[in-house]
Each structure stands twice: as structure tokens, then as C-alpha cells.
């Protein structure tokens, strides 16, 4: 079986990826793992996430409520706040940049971004 799972490459993104699920909707920690999960991170574990939610309410890109719940304790749902949104926005930029020079210098190892050769 082939291990797709780089978890340091998954450290420097999951915020990116929260922020991007939570411009769509407000969402507590386990539907994130969940929706997470469904989008092809199979593995993403709670313990994983929750460290993550807390730095960015620490930092003030998530704003968080507490919303009872019918089947037990109360949930804290998320949403970006607009410092969250201005991250979102500059991180996608600098991961859309890096994507496309990985890219790059793996189909083509002998050139620059420029086209030029060595």
C-alpha cells in the first residue's frame, strides 16, 4: 500500500484548509475532522486538529460560541474572523506560488520558472 500521508507537509496547510472550510460555513471541531476527512485526508485524527483550532483563536483568525446540543454537551462552533479571511487570502496566494515552482522543478529539474536552461 502506498503511504500518501507526509504529515509535516499536512502541519504547514491544515490552517489553510480550516480557514478555507470555515469561510463556507461555521463548523465545530469534529464536523471539520469529518468534512476534512471526506475531502481525502482519511487519517486526520482529532488530536490533530483541535491544537490547530485553538492557535488560531489564540491568534484571532477564528472567533468560537458555544451552541447546545440534543445529543450531549454543548459545541464550540467556529467561524474566520476578518484577520482569518486576510490570512486565508495571503496563504492561498503564497501556496498557489510555492504549488506551481514545486511543480515546475519536478516536471522540468534543468530549467527555471523563466523557461531558461543551465
Do not use: C, F, I
Not at 1 to 12: T, V
Not at 16 to 45: C, F, H, I, K, P
Request: glycine share 6%.
Amino acid at each position: 500500500m502506498d503511504d500518501n500521508r507526509d504529515p509535516q507537509l499536512l502541519k504547514g496547510v491544515l490552517p489553510m484548509l480550516v480557514l478555507a472550510l470555515l469561510r463556507e460555513d461555521e463548523s465545530y471541531g469534529y464536523e471539520l475532522v469529518t468534512r476534512l476527512r471526506d475531502a481525502g485526508l482519511q487519517d486526520l485524527g482529532t488530536g490533530t486538529l483541535y491544537p490547530v483550532l485553538s492557535r488560531l483563536e489564540r491568534d484571532a483568525r477564528v472567533s468560537s460560541r458555544l451552541v447546545a446540543s440534543p445529543s450531549g454537551p454543548a459545541r464550540k462552533y467556529y467561524a474566520p474572523t476578518d484577520a482569518g479571511l486576510a490570512e486565508l487570502a495571503r496563504a492561498q496566494r503564497s501556496w498557489q506560488h510555492l504549488s506551481a515552482t514545486v511543480t515546475h522543478v519536478l516536471d522540468h529539474p534543468a530549467t527555471d520558472p523563466t523557461g531558461s536552461t543551465r
